[in-house]
């Protein structure tokens, strides 16, 4: 015989508690008579509790009662289906998001959508996405790649929430698996060089073009569609500065420069003194059709391939050029306003993996050593100064 999926709460003497009850999972419900605006009378509705406490589940119905005797309790409105609104927020995404994280967060909503069915948005529950979560890490996604499926869903939530849709937010108390890591290897100079002359020996007509935009990347600490995204109008030969305009930098966030490093200096003087005076571009496209970012990431991937480097993408050159900074003993303030960001975590995290031997040669700067001062005597020999 099947166990109900719902029955009614008792008290400890078996005696029923009016408008209580509960569901299979042990969760309280509150079962009551509300108006619905729409349709213009009262209809029954039960409302989860969010609690497998008695006590807890008491209170929560004597406050719903409250909000009904004072009218303030109405049927909620759940909504467009979720598989309606998505299209809406992707197009808000598109505009708002650098195209990595707007293509991963359509894929990510995309097996959600499959996954929820034709649930509104107002229905969708913190359990639909435990289920979820479940469900996907039944597959060969790690903990991390989860985490990102809830974060999109998350955002779009919120989109939701800011248009007035919905009231709450399923994914908020969804909290983040643990996930450590893999901590990536930092390139060296000589593997740097190695990558751009492979760039230039293996492809015939995109070799000077990627293998400029490697070194560029390394130099300035440039995210990828920001490094591509550079016009020449954007080198500032005079100041001596690398900008980075607002349309072109992640999130939307603050345009920003880089100073100009003796690197980057003379690497961007070098491909001024050949470069097209009719290309505004500093790394043009070699193909008529497609996108740039996938035009030089997919060049990347082979070059790093032939060079014996498969693991590389683009953020490694980032990292590179924040590790050099930490290695020359520059601030990680004026780091951070270098690379744009916000905070000192990227950074730090950073840090933390530099090679063994640079920190063996940091700590033995660690004497503990004092020196001695001898006071200094006046003329007089009465007065002393230290």
Partial sequence: MKPKKWTKATRKNGHPIPKLWIRASGTYYAQLAMFHPK???????RVCLDTKQLKVAEEKLAKLLGKRADGELKVQDHGPLFKDFLPRFLEIRQRERDI????????????FSKFIG????????????????????????????ANLHVMAVRNLFKQAILEGIVEDNPAANVKKLKHVAKQKFLLTEEQIFLLAKTAKETLPRSGQPVADWILAMAYSGGRMS??????????????????????????????????FNP??????????SRRDQQQ????????????????YGHDLAKVAEKAGLPEVT?????????????????TP??????????????????????????????????????????PKVSKKGEEFFT
């Avoid at 349709?39 to 509705?45: A, D, H, I, Q, V």
């Avoid at 990595?100 to 894929?107: D, I």
């Avoid at 690197?263 to 001024?272: D, F, I, S």
């Avoid at 840090?351 to 001898?374: I, N």
Wanted: charged share 35%.
């Fill in 118 to 145: 034709d649930k509104r948005l107002g229905e969708i529950s913190a359990r639909d996405l435990f289920d979820y979560r479940a469900e996907i890490l039944k597959g060969a996604i790690v903990n991390h790649t």
């Fill in 100 to 111: 990595k994280t707007y293509q991963n967060e359509k894929c990510f909503l995309g097996q």
């Fill in 333 to 374: 303030k004026m780091t951070i306003d270098w690379v744009g960001h916000k905070d000192f975590k990227m950074v730090m995290e950073v840090y933390t993996h530099l090679p063994p031997e640079f920190r063996q040669s940091e700590a033995g700067k660690l004497t503990f050593e004092t020196k001695s001062t001898k």
């Fill in 226 to 259: 920001e490094v591509l995204s550079l016009k020449w109008g954007d080198v500032d030969f005079t100041g001596k500065k690398l900008n980075f305009r607002r349309e072109t930098v992640k999130f939307k966030s603050k345009a920003r420069s880089v100073d």
């Fill in 263 to 272: 690197k980057l200096e003379a690497h961007l003087k070098e491909m001024n």
């Fill in 280 to 295: 505004e571009w500093l790394f043009p496209s070699t193909k008529q059709k497609g996108s740039r970012v996938q035009e």
């Fill in 314 to 330: 683009s953020h490694f050159f980032r990292h590179y050029f924040i590790s050099s900074c930490a290695k020359a003993g520059i």
């Fill in 39 to 45: 349709k213009g009378k009262n209809m029954t509705r």
